[in-house]
């Protein structure tokens, strides 16, 4: 079956990496995404990353991807208060498709 | 980019009653939408893949004549729960799915709609 796995809390300080971890079941997954959710609000596509792929990098976004171990890694750098939000990792088989979502991260920035 | 919209962003109605929810993409046609439900502290779980001029098609578990979607314009969906209860509480996204740049789709998500059953 499809499944994704995230930790529920990390807590980091203002400056600092945060490195926000997920692993999934499916090898049929081709395609997977970070996204954003702030309190009370929809969700905000970060960034993906196909399963060809390695690594990719958006200023301070940097996305790792070993699909031998079925791990993605959001990595944050210079963290700042506005980054405060719960991170959603997902997965689908088709680009657009369905997409299974993992519990969220909830990420505390600490001035 | 591509914007969705929700309406409402809140409501509260009583048990029995029905309440329709609308999802419209503001600048940009999708012939695809999909609903998700969010519980607190959990993640969303797709409930339905809703397409212009056609028939929704239901996640496992997910009652069709409860939930009922129609998709009657390629800018507007409406999830309508029918006769709700409180276990109905939660926490209602949609996103639409548009062909991006590369030629590659992508999902755009709505603000969400908190419905609470009294």
């Known amino acids: 079956g499809e499944d994704v796995e995230q930790s529920l809390f990390l807590s980091v300080r203002e400056g600092d990496s945060s490195v926000i971890n997920c692993t999934y079941t499916?090898?049929?997954?081709?395609?997977l995404y970070w996204y954003k959710q702030e309190p009370g609000a929809g969700l905000q596509l970060l960034t993906y990353?196909?399963?060809?792929?390695d690594m990719k990098q958006d200023q301070r976004l940097t996305v790792l991807l070993n699909k031998k171990d079925k791990h993605l890694s959001l990595r944050i750098a210079d963290t700042q208060t506005g980054d405060s939000a719960i991170y959603f990792c997902?997965?689908?088989?088709?680009?657009?498709?369905?997409?299974?979502f993992g519990q969220g991260t909830e990420l505390s920035v600490k001035p | 980019g591509a914007v969705v919209s929700q309406h409402p962003s809140r409501v509260i109605c009583k048990s029995g009653t029905s309440v329709k929810i609308e999802c419209r993409s503001l600048?940009?046609?999708?012939?695809?939408m999909f609903w998700y439900r969010q519980f607190p502290k959990q993640s969303l779980m797709l409930m339905a893949t809703?397409?212009?001029?056609?028939?929704?098609?239901?996640e496992q578990g997910v009652e069709k004549d409860k939930f009922l979607i129609n998709h009657a314009s390629l800018t507007l969906s409406t999830l309508t729960v029918t006769s709700a209860h409180p276990e109905d509480s939660s926490f209602y996204i949609c996103?639409?799915?548009?062909?991006?740049?590369?030629?590659?789709?992508?999902?755009?998500f709505g603000p969400g709609t908190r419905l609470t059953v009294t």
């Open positions: 996103s639409a799915r548009v062909l991006g740049q590369g030629a590659s789709y992508e999902q755009y």
């Open positions: 499916d090898s049929s997954s081709t395609y």
């Open positions: 990353i196909f399963s060809n792929m």
């Open positions: 997902a997965e689908s088989r088709n680009q657009g498709g369905k997409l299974i």
């Open positions: 600048d940009f046609q999708a012939t695809t």
């Open positions: 809703s397409n212009e001029g056609s028939k929704a098609t239901y």
